[in-house]
């Protein structure tokens, strides 16, 4: 139990460690940086102007963007032809963005015969087409808060932040780029805090349409990728850069954000190190299996619309308040931002053109730096979806990928982030790993705000005894780059982020990983046999618990939260478990549920959820998989044994048919679970709902009762396959139930 007097010691290490790092924050604070003057693009082919319009049309990536035109002006995007490529209405700021345009010379265009006008000649570009060193070199940024220049003209906040004084540069340098508030120079993001603190110059960056940054906001549309190239750029340029390269970090959103930067290749960039990300959007996020999150997806989605809004970040409201100029004229776009909600709803589909450029799995073969990577499998919030995508990067050998159950913060775990500050150290840094005197600070203040635990202790220091920054990157390099940790939550005291056990592996899928059956068979049974009867089983549809999550009370990062694996009620789900184990068998990766599947409706909404019934009488809940039935039909290009893709394209939308089973294979998410022997593996197969913290589900309603069937017979033989990992002995005993990170445990409820 924690005493008053080490809750004082805490809170006044927190208090020092935070007031340190914001004093200097504001070092220099309120520093404008001077962006030049952006590039003059190259003339194209013209045609007769009009008389020059009173609007400011500018060129930009993929988009024309213009400002100051009369509210309600119908307004023509003329190509070098002269032909009419898009046309549009200024809103009531007198702005307007056409997008999806195709790389050429422009002007737009207003009015007709005696009335016509037009602006000069602007040009768009392709995102692979750099501007010109000058644009970077001639910036001028200083510690504190200011802006910097994109290629389009754009400026975007933010907030530089040195580790000692300016005569002290240059630093090794970091950035954190986002759409959440990582330019406020009050209140720095978490990932910037700890960067600092390790000696690092970071800068936090918000994103074009956020906070005070001009332009206007849609998720990782192309102009944000290339802002990122060019805000690496520009942060490499200046002379406090210590060689003028930098890595990037970030969990979560800044995570992601790394992962569409490094897709660009910026020249400086040498290091990224994103943690709790996604891989697939759609599949992985938004709607998995086919069914939309209306849990925390949609309610993320609806924050970001918020903040993009003049004045929608409260820190950007005050720095208007206050007369900041640029920030009020860069809010002047904000009327062209799409609304995230109404794209959410318009792409309930997969559509290629949409989803292939905000899902990282489709790019991340062309990151070239290297890589650390870390996430877990019962993510709260991006979903635990992020190893499907592991193979993908292809582009780079020095990878390093560290994967563990529990919550969207356990890649911050003690455990991880000793590797993580390895990797900074080596690939930014430059140097031998040592951690500062300002470690233990940081560590305490996550385990008193983040884990709610007593302490958090690291690793041993590891490169002590290394004399040279190549011995050290030898060292760190021959390592395996797949590192597993098992069973987070059970090594130390119960919910403390520490493993019970690790294991290292060559590369992912695993490739000693054995697809390993059990058949649905009669009296609930899970066999390795195949049937060789007829037998069908049956459940109703029920949504009940759709909008159910597990979590009672408390947060799911604390060690041990307020669960509540709430029990399904008879009739509404279907339970199969096996045999007591005669040995220990240890799983990692993706698994398929194969369901011959009948349903008295013509879709319908499933839910697999895999747990581990234990010799102690208890159940843990190990990971989920879902499928709208309609959405079956497998992307075979990518399919696998364990892993089912289904394609979601609604040309391949296909009602149930009556009368004779359709074949379902679901998807389980990618997970690492040790079934010791004498515990039981079980599968539940019932409607979306209750098994996760804060995803909710938007599951078909039907005005009757709907009954899903399941067929377990010799001709249509339902099965479960997992990824075992073959002749693995466990080394811990029994964790307690509950300690285990993100997976809820109760007494067994068919006991």
């Not at 041993?460 to 004399?467: A, C, G, L």
């Not at 899970?526 to 549809?541: M, V």
């Amino acid at each position: 139990m924690r005493t008053p007097a080490r809750a004082a010691t805490r809170a006044l290490s927190r208090t020092l460690v935070l007031a340190s790092l914001l004093a200097l924050a504001a070092c220099g604070n309120d520093r404008k940086s001077t962006p030049p003057t952006g590039p003059t693009p190259s003339p194209g082919p013209t045609s007769s102007p009009a008389p020059v319009a009173e609007y400011e049309a500018h060129g930009s990536v993929e988009q024309v963007w213009l400002r100051d035109a009369t509210p309600g002006t119908e307004l023509r995007l003329v190509d070098a032809s002269g032909a009419v490529a898009q046309t549009g209405t200024a809103d009531a700021q007198g702005t307007l963005i056409f997008r999806n345009v195709a790389a050429g010379t422009y002007r737009v265009a207003a009015g007709s015969g005696g009335e016509a006008r037009s602006s000069d000649e602007i040009r768009v570009t392709t995102a692979d087409e750099a501007p010109p060193q000058s644009l970077y070199d001639e910036q001028d940024i200083g510690p504190g808060y200011g802006y910097l220049e994109t290629r389009d003209g754009t400026l975007l906040a933010i907030n530089v932040i040195l580790p000692g004084p300016p005569e002290g540069a240059p630093y090794p340098t970091l950035i954190e780029y986002s759409g959440y508030d990582p330019a406020n120079a009050d209140t720095p993001q978490p990932s910037t805090l700890i960067g600092v603190a390790l000696g690092y110059a970071v800068v936090g960056v918000n994103m074009r349409g956020t906070g005070c940054s001009g332009g206007a906001f849609q998720f990782f549309e192309t102009l944000q990728t290339t802002d990122g190239y060019d805000a690496v750029e520009a942060i490499a340029a200046q002379p406090w850069v210590k060689d003028h390269d930098v890595g990037m970090i970030g969990i979560s959103y800044p995570g992601i954000s790394q992962l569409f930067t490094a897709w660009r290749r910026p020249p400086s960039l040498i290091a990224i190190a994103p943690l709790s990300v996604v891989s697939d959007t759609g599949r992985g996020t938004l709607f998995p299996g086919g069914i939309l999150n209306n849990g925390f997806a949609v309610a993320w989605a609806e924050g970001r619309r918020n903040d993009a809004m003049p004045g929608g970040q409260p820190w950007s409201q005050k720095r208007m308040d206050e007369g900041d100029e640029v920030c009020i004229d860069n809010q002047i776009l904000r009327g062209q931002t799409p609304d995230i909600l109404e794209m959410i709803d318009d792409n309930r589909f997969y559509v290629p053109e949409v989803a292939d450029p905000v899902s990282p799995y489709t790019f991340v073969q062309n990151i070239d730096v290297p890589v650390y990577l870390a996430g877990a499998w019962q993510d709260e919030q991006t979903g635990g979806y992020f190893p499907t995508m592991l193979d993908r990067f292809t582009g780079t050998d020095r990878v390093h990928f560290t994967m563990t159950n529990g919550g969207h913060t356990d890649s911050l775990g003690p455990v991880v982030f000793t590797r993580w500050m390895e990797f900074i150290d080596l690939y930014v840094g430059k140097r031998i790993p040592k951690r500062p005197a300002t470690v233990p600070l940081i560590t305490d203040v996550l385990a008193g705000d983040i884990f709610r635990v007593e302490d958090l202790p690291l690793e041993p220091e590891r490169y002590d005894d290394v004399s040279s920054l190549e011995e050290a990157l030898a060292r760190f390099e021959a390592e395996k780059p797949v590192r597993v940790l098992f069973e987070n939550g059970a090594g130390a005291d119960p919910g403390a982020p520490y493993p019970s056990f690790e294991m290292s592996f060559d590369a992912w899928p695993i490739p000693e990983v054995q697809a390993t059956t059990w058949y649905l068979t009669e009296d609930g049974r899970l066999s390795p046999e195949e049937p060789t009867s007829d037998g069908a089983d049956g459940f109703l549809h029920d949504t009940s618990l759709s909008q159910k999550t597990t979590l009672a009370s408390g947060s799911p990062w604390e060690a041990l939260p307020g669960w509540d694996w709430t029990a399904r009620a008879p009739g509404t789900f279907l339970a199969y478990t096996t045999d007591e184990l005669e040995e220990d068998m240890v799983f990692v990766g993706s698994g398929s549920v194969d369901l011959w599947f009948e349903s008295t409706a013509t879709d319908t909404d499933v839910q697999v959820t895999l747990a581990e019934v234990r010799p102690d009488g208890n159940e843990v809940l190990v990971q989920n998989g879902w499928l709208r039935a309609s959405r079956r039909v497998l992307d075979e290009a990518v399919s696998t044994e364990l892993r089912p893709v289904s394609t979601h394209r609604e040309a391949d939308a296909a009602e149930l048919p009556a009368g004779e089973p359709a074949l379902l294979r679901v998807e389980i998410f990618p997970f690492a679970h040790p079934f010791r022997a004498g515990s039981r593996i079980r599968l539940y197969v019932e409607t979306p709902g209750g098994t996760r913290p804060e995803w909710r589900w938007e599951t078909l309603e039907f005005d009757g009762e709907v009954t899903n069937t399941i067929e377990r017979s010799a001709a249509h033989p339902s099965r479960v396959v997992l990824p075992l990992v073959p002749s693995v002995e466990i080394p811990t005993p029994l964790p307690a139930c509950p300690s285990l990170r993100g997976q809820p445990c109760r007494p067994d409820p068919l006991a």
